[in-house]
């Protein structure tokens, strides 16, 4: 199997100089989208391949199945993986701890079960997002509580215990039961230290470094925030002209004719709101920048959370009415779905742009066929049916409808793959062009 964990990790790596290589400003525009392109699909490829070995080398396999050889490999496997929160994949750490720790239950190793209620909680530990102001609770506290409770339990036999190593893990998961830093705080010192920076900034500043974190980390997810908030822009703008009685109510403005003059605030509103709808992934970029695999169920949930974390992210930096399209973009219109759920519905002077921007985020994440969904991307007409069959239920009817007119439908679909094309140019080659002093990359918008 150590031919198959090489591997995998040797993948990890790559995936990761991928995702972090531009292309060369003076190229051709079609020889750069072949590039970015070429890019998305070996990405997409190797994740094929560390699914297929995961699903070799780890998932099919049953603590029933597992030899002592295995034992000692799947353990370096699992510390090659973590080392100590800084590695290159928690989140399969933890699962390969969660299946030593079945086997030693039921081969009954006492000891071996001890140390791996340790290294099961403390890996899942890991697994979490990195909040702000503790904030957004650990969605795994009361698993990892359970892990280092029973783990502490052994306290009671620690004197029969003979092993160095397994008596130092009860003292630890001791430690942590009574800190229950796992609540909220972040273990790794470099996200104590960035924690710190965030709170010191000034809520532009703060703003504008959340982005650059994206820009810098996940660069298809910044230019899928550009593409919203130049969708969203056009599709308020439409609705502006075409029926701003559904705009009224809107930032409280009283009357259709508000709303005529108020055109500007309304789509400036959208665009900003378009731009950060995805901006507490910044804060789990550790699962979308890994993108090496599919996601584990835990580390799903945590992705999920990016509208809660988003939304605490700029309440706090003072853009309440940006953190209300944050926190809402993924609900459903008849609250019937979506996440996060439970959650307060949206107030109605911001409701009608929380639901231009989540078509806008439809729209591009569906049909993105250069970098961010290169398998899977959907045709526009394809893409249009969806949102048809989901209007009013998952999607506003009136946003939908504006689509109905055929040359604005016309106009949307070959405009979306040349705005596209054209981000995607620019985001890449800045990234080799135009990094600031600070080694970030400056933003776009302030250039619209
Ligand atoms: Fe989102
Ligand atoms: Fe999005």
């Not at 995702?19 to 020889?31: F, I």
């Not at 403005?253 to 900003?272: F, G, H, I, N, T």
């Not at 002077?349 to 231009?356: A, F, N, S, T």
């Amino acid at each position: 199997m150590r031919i198959y964990y090489e591997k995998y990790i040797d993948n990890l790596d790559q995936i990761q100089q991928l995702m972090q290589s531009g292309v060369s400003a003076t190229m051709p525009k079609e020889a750069m989208i072949m590039e970015i392109r070429d890019n998305a699909r070996r990405r997409h490829e190797i994740c094929l391949e560390n699914d297929n070995l995961l699903e070799r080398a780890l998932f099919q396999r049953t603590p029933g199945s597992l030899r002592e050889q295995d034992i000692v490999e799947l353990t370096e496997f699992a510390d090659r993986l973590f080392l100590m929160g800084d590695g290159p994949d928690t989140g399969i750490a933890h699962y390969i701890h969660r299946l030593l720790l079945e086997y030693a239950r039921q081969t009954r190793n006492r000891d071996l079960y001890i140390r791996e209620l340790y290294h099961a909680g403390f890996t899942l530990l890991h697994v979490k997002p990195i909040v702000l102001h503790g904030k957004v609770r650990n969605p795994f506290h009361d698993q990892i509580a359970a892990y280092f409770e029973e783990g502490a339990s052994y306290l009671e036999q620690y004197d029969g215990i003979e092993s160095e190593e397994t008596r130092a893990c009860i003292l630890r998961c001791c430690e942590k039961r009574d800190e229950k830093e796992y609540l909220y705080i972040f273990p790794r010192e470099s996200d104590r230290q960035r924690e710190k920076a965030d709170i010191s900034r000034e809520r532009e500043a703060l703003r504008e470094h959340l982005l650059d974190v994206i820009a810098e980390y996940h660069p298809p997810t910044y230019v899928h925030s550009l593409m919203v908030a130049w969708l969203g822009e056009k599709l308020c703008k439409r609705m502006v002209h075409v029926s701003p009685e559904k705009l009224v109510g809107t930032e409280d403005l009283p009357d259709a004719d508000a709303v005529l003059k108020a055109e500007d605030m309304l789509c400036r509103s959208v665009y900003e709101g378009g731009l950060c709808h995805d901006i507490g992934k910044s804060r789990v970029l550790n699962y979308i920048g890994l993108y090496g695999r599919q996601l584990l169920d835990e580390e799903f949930a945590c992705v999920k959370l990016h509208t809660v974390l988003g939304s605490a992210l700029l309440k706090d930096a003072g853009y309440k009415r940006l953190a209300r399209i944050a926190l809402h973009h993924h609900q459903w219109v008849d609250q019937k779905g979506g996440y996060p759920y439970p959650c307060d519905t949206c107030p109605e002077d911001i409701r009608m742009l929380v639901e231009i921007v989540a078509v806008a985020d439809s729209i591009d994440a569906a049909t993105d066929n250069i970098g961010r969904s290169y398998a899977s991307a959907k045709h526009f007409d394809e893409l249009v049916e969806e949102l048809r069959a989901g209007a009013g239920s998952r999607y506003s009817a009136d946003v939908v409808h504006l689509l109905d007119d055929e040359d604005f439908y016309k106009e949307m679909e070959r405009e979306l793959v040349s705005r596209r094309q054209k981000t995607y140019c620019d985001v890449y080659s800045r990234r080799s062009q135009e990094e600031r002093s600070d080694g970030t990359v400056s933003h776009l918008y302030r250039e619209k």
